[in-house]
């Protein structure tokens, strides 16, 4: 019979194997995090002065104010239309290959196909749309060409469309990813069985693909789901200013320096968001996807 190891040993080989992850995730996420933090409980001079001690004013302040509502509703909406545009591409492009293409070569090859338009920047890829959506833009040429319509489309640039737009040209990459990944593991044969023993496409679709693809859904949903509400960039660029997001607040109160006021904002998006990916984490076991 084997000695069992020394208890201490195996800790420390354990620590040791963590260790450059420590050092990563420290410097570069949990201090940063913790500066926020304490930033929001901080006051200010007005000129970019903080000033120490504990305070609720600035979240008292963020929570009273009636643009920050208004502000979650924007988010929420650019965030919801994204989500639901992102998964239906998504999974009708990753369904498409896994099931669709026969030779699993060129599905892979389709596949990576999909990212080449990802290798070039995303703010490249934003101002793209301009020439495409603007009032003199190809898309407004081409349907008074074909006598569509009589005058230029406003509603295609510095709108909350093209926002949208926008989003789901640069994040359906992250919903078909995963879906794909999910989708590739599903055994072709319990497709084939179901369809001997006569369910429909609906049948197959609604109880064995969508089941055994929610793991790739939910990782995709998380990815889409945090970038949109931490990005302000894109509402800026492609409304025109017309449209804001809550990260665009605090980002005007970090350019008049009232950093505490920023901070609470930052640090209330980040509850809300770890809620948000909490109920989706409530739906699957993203570990048992990651390790299989």
Known sequence: MQPNPNPSRANLAGWLYVSPLVLVLVPFFVAPILVVLAASFFATDGFGGLTPGFTFSNYIEVL?????????????????????????????????????????????????????????????????????????????????????????????????????????????????VPIFNSMARIDKKLIEAAIDTGASRLDIMRLIVVPMSKSGIALGTIFVVSIVMGDFFVVKVMSGGGSASVVSAFYEDVGVLQYPTAAASAVLLTLVLVAIVSLILRTVDIRQEITR
């Open 64 to 176: 009273n104010a009636a643009l920050t509502f208004k502000l979650y509703l924007a988010t929420m909406k650019f965030t919801m239309l994204t989500w639901v545009f992102t998964l239906i591409i998504g999974f009708c492009v990753a369904y498409f290959l896994v099931f669709h293409v026969r030779n699993q070569l060129l599905a892979i090859g389709l596949f990576l196909l999909c990212t080449v338009p990802f290798w070039t920047s995303n703010i490249i890829r934003m101002i793209s749309w301009i020439p495409l959506l603007g009032k003199e833009g190809l898309i407004n040429q081409a349907l008074l060409a074909t006598g569509i319509i009589r005058q230029p489309l406003e509603v295609l640039l510095f709108s909350d469309l093209a926002v949208v737009i926008a989003y789901v040209h640069q994040l359906t990459i992250f919903m078909i």
